[in-house]
């Protein structure tokens, strides 16, 4: 474990905050930038003064962020907070990565461990910076990580007893620039992996990871939904060596979308972990889903309202739709994190009714979608719900399922489906019969 004299950190968010309070409990000299209050010719000016050991980087900069190249240029190391605060952990580390599902799947890594007796606590891209979790924690037996690509940018040393990649989709391509890119951006969580660590990939991704690896020999656990997989899912069960591990049916997991996903890798992890598969059921058993995943809002004469915000690409709102069955009104648009509208036109053809486009790509997704489905260009969410409303018969659904960022019209998805939810309760006391 490395520690710092002085330390210069770039971003006071939440993550930079959390970066400080750490390392000033080590008495390192600190400096704290932020843009909103300093631009490029002060840092400059900074790195010409002072001699810093290392630079603690928010998830916010991006690799090509013209203060990374400065602080390049003045040969000070970049190091991801996420690495500083998961190198003062002393026990086990579960990270996983992945487009979509995340969230979802270290909550119920967490939470296993949690009921098999063990301390653990979740950290990383979940919102809880890993700086803040190893502070608060000093005594875990397991830190479970949730880590984005933006934050394996910049790790280093940064390696992990269990380490999950859980898909490939394309996503945030606006800032890895192509999906091969973004690929090898992921796949760095086994960058620093040692001898007895489990890696464990998508079946169908197993080679092209080999490749991204440039021949680094790595120990490959596989899962996924094919029966060549280390651990497969089908109908409701998790398989391991053609034994049933894990009987999903009739929790969140049981489909081939999250059980062929997050089933079959959390049934390994639990392996890897030491705790009883029992144990691992039982905790998805007892999951409480996280809001603005294909969230329950309620029902108004009959239509369902579902708050799926947290779906900001193609891919997640794909797995929205499908959660959601048919007759569906579907509210989508914003900021795009792709181009390419065309793969997810056969479930829109199969299960939508209308299509309420808001946001920046509202133009775009109107021109690829109009053929497949009627698509009404309503310019604000509230609009959106408000037209989708008149229209939804009972028996049917409104999905806010965007399929894009929010950031055009909003702070964070969270935001976005609190407003959908507003609009929700608005319509109940206005006279609508929820339930």
């Known amino acids: 474990m490395n520690k710092y004299s002085t330390a210069l950190i770039l971003g006071c968010g939440r993550s930079g905050r959390a970066a400080e309070r750490l390392l000033r409990t080590e008495e390192t000299t600190v400096l704290v930038l932020a843009e909103e209050s300093a631009g490029l010719p002060e840092l400059i000016q900074v790195l010409e003064e002072t001699s810093f050991e290392i630079c603690i980087v928010s998830p916010g900069f991006a690799l090509s962020h013209p203060w990374l190249s400065a602080v390049r240029e003045a040969g000070v190391p970049l190091l991801s907070e996420l690495?500083?605060?998961?190198?003062?952990?002393?026990?086990?580390?579960?990270?996983?990565?992945?487009?979509?599902?995340?969230?979802?799947?270290?909550?119920?890594?967490?939470?296993?461990?949690?009921?098999?007796?063990?301390?653990?606590?979740?950290?990383?891209?979940?919102?809880?910076?890993?700086?803040?979790?190893?502070?608060?924690?000093?005594?875990?037996?397991?830190?479970?990580?949730?880590?984005?690509?933006?934050?394996?940018?910049?790790?280093?040393?940064?390696?992990?007893?269990?380490?999950?990649?859980l898909n490939v989709l394309p996503n945030h391509l606006n800032r890895h620039e192509t999906m091969e890119i973004y690929r090898r951006t992921k796949a760095r969580i086994f960058g620093s992996s040692q001898s007895g660590d489990m890696c464990l990939v998508p079946a169908d991704l197993l080679s092209q990871l080999e490749q991204d690896m440039d021949g680094a020999v790595r120990e490959w656990t596989t899962f996924g939904l094919s029966k060549e997989a280390d651990y497969f899912y089908q109908n409701g069960q998790v398989f391991h060596d053609d034994e049933s591990v894990l009987d999903l049916t009739g929790t969140l997991f049981d489909s081939p979308v999250l059980g062929g996903c997050s089933g079959a890798a959390v049934a390994a992890v639990a392996q890897a972990c030491g705790v009883p598969y029992s144990v691992t059921t039982g905790a998805a058993r007892c999951f409480e889903p996280l809001p603005h995943r294909v969230q329950q809002v309620g029902e108004i004469g009959g239509v369902a309202y579902v708050n799926d915000?947290?779906?900001?690409?193609?891919?997640?709102?794909?797995?929205?739709?499908?959660?959601?069955?048919?007759?569906?009104?579907?509210?989508?648009?914003?900021?795009?994190?792709?181009?390419?509208?065309?793969?997810?036109?056969?479930?829109?053809?199969?299960?939508?009714?209308?299509?309420?486009?808001?946001?920046?790509?509202?133009?775009?997704?109107?021109?690829?979608?109009?053929?497949?489905?009627?698509?009404?260009?309503?310019?604000?969410?509230?609009?959106?719900?408000?037209?989708?409303?008149?229209?939804?018969?009972?028996?049917?659904?409104?999905?806010?399922?965007?399929?894009?960022?929010?950031?055009?019209?909003?702070?964070?998805?969270?935001?976005?489906?609190?407003?959908?939810?507003?609009?929700?309760?608005?319509?109940?006391?206005?006279?609508?019969?929820?339930?």
């Open 83 to 165: 690495e500083l605060g998961w190198s003062r952990h002393r026990g086990k580390t579960v990270a996983l990565t992945g487009s979509n599902g995340k969230s979802t799947a270290v909550k119920w890594i967490c939470e296993m461990l949690q009921l098999a007796g063990l301390k653990a606590a979740i950290g990383g891209n979940y919102g809880i910076p890993a700086c803040e979790v190893v502070l608060e924690n000093p005594d875990l037996d397991w830190l479970v990580l949730e880590v984005s690509s933006f934050q394996l940018e910049t790790v280093q040393k940064f390696h992990a007893e269990v380490a999950v990649l």
């Open 309 to 435: 915000s947290k779906a900001t690409n193609l891919a997640a709102m794909a797995v929205g739709l499908e959660a959601c069955g048919k007759n569906i009104h579907l509210i989508a648009g914003g900021v795009p994190k792709e181009s390419d509208y065309t793969f997810i036109k056969e479930i829109l053809a199969e299960r939508v009714r209308r299509i309420y486009l808001v946001g920046q790509v509202s133009r775009a997704m109107y021109q690829a979608w109009n053929g497949v489905c009627l698509c009404v260009e309503c310019g604000t969410l509230e609009t959106a719900f408000n037209t989708a409303q008149s229209a939804a018969k009972s028996g049917e659904t409104i999905l806010l399922s965007p399929g894009c960022a929010s950031f055009d019209q909003f702070h964070s998805f969270e935001e976005r489906g609190a407003c959908f939810m507003a609009l929700f309760q608005k319509s109940v006391q206005g006279g609508g019969d929820a339930s």
